[in-house]
């Protein structure tokens, strides 16, 4: 049972709905969306390398959120123990899908083989997105 951990550095984004162009009828992926993939990609490989998991996989990602500028200081300090949740957009969902999509061909085969996944939206002192991928022996 092989285990990976990476961070994917930055304020977490979760996946974006794709665009209509009114023009050519045709659908796109927001840039934003593709720039955030593009991170995770290039994250997992500078932390990770060429390793590629198999089979069942579970995935453990847990989001942390940058402290609003307005917050009191007492209240920031409370904040930053990385324990407290953040009840802000991104949804949950969308975190792990913009991540899970993004290392779908790199980490794993393919998306569906994530069996198990828990994701966690935080605050905390530095925004990341800690991202664990375990095979599950089946």
Do not use: W
């Amino acid at each position: 049972m092989r285990t990976v951990t990476f961070t994917i550095p930055g304020e977490p984004k979760g996946k974006g709905r794709p665009r209509f162009s009114s023009r050519s009828g045709c659908t796109y992926t927001p840039s934003e969306t593709t720039d955030y993939e593009n991170k995770v990609r290039l994250s997992y490989s500078q932390q990770v390398g060429s390793t590629r998991l198999y089979g069942a996989i579970r995935a453990d990602i847990t989001a942390y959120f940058k402290i609003p500028k307005s917050t009191p200081k007492k209240k920031a300090a409370e904040l930053a123990e990385e324990h407290t949740p953040c009840l802000k957009a991104p949804d949950a969902d969308n975190i792990a899908k913009i991540v899970l999509d993004a290392l779908q061909g790199l980490a794993v085969d393919n998306d569906k083989d994530v069996i198990y996944l828990t994701v966690g939206k935080l605050y905390g002192s530095t925004p990341r997105v800690e991202v664990t991928l375990t095979e599950v022996k089946g």
